[in-house]
């Protein structure tokens, strides 16, 4: 069986360590509430795509678009220096 690879160089190399770094990992846990209640959101907008909308369907919408705003927030204030009295 022979391989099958590539005949030329590709355009860009692609670094040894394609790992994220530390710094990296901790930046997406900081935002890791931000980005469930974005998935939440679209979870609940999806549903919509395929039927009509009821009550419970625009509370869901709701709420999840609630949680978003909240957890934004929550991130923006945590990333305020301490205020100085």
Known sequence: MNPIVARHVGVTRLPVDLE???AELDA???EMD?????VELLDALIVLLD???SE??????RRAHRRVLAARRDAA????????A
């Open 34 to 38: 931000v980005i469930s209640a974005e």
């Open 28 to 30: 997406i846990e900081d």
């Open 56 to 61: 419970f369907d625009g509370q869901r919408v």
């Open 20 to 22: 994220p770094t530390d």
């Open 51 to 53: 039927r009509p909308a």
């Open 77 to 84: 204030n945590r990333a305020l220096p301490p205020a100085v």
